[in-house]
């Protein structure tokens, strides 16, 4: 699924790079450019980010947690 349409990055992308040792979402927003243009996709890329990373810690925003499709 594309989650970020301004920079065609997809959930996968955002997931292989948090497995990779992305250590935070700026981090992520500075090797992908996710969510750097628009910023619509920028709960749903962050939640995807969160999903995937090995340290991660929970989205504790419920907003958050609505903006990403199932
Ligand atoms: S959709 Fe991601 S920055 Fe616009």
Do not use: W, Y
């Amino acid at each position: 699924m594309i989650v970020c349409v301004c920079h065609r990055i997809s959930d996968r992308d955002i997931a292989r790079a948090a497995r990779e040792g992305c250590a935070s979402f700026d981090e992520l927003q500075s090797e992908l450019a996710v969510a750097t243009s628009c910023g619509r996709c920028h709960d749903c890329a962050r939640e995807t980010f969160l999903k995937h990373a090995v340290n991660a810690t929970p989205v504790a925003d419920p907003a958050a947690r609505m903006a990403c499709p199932p």
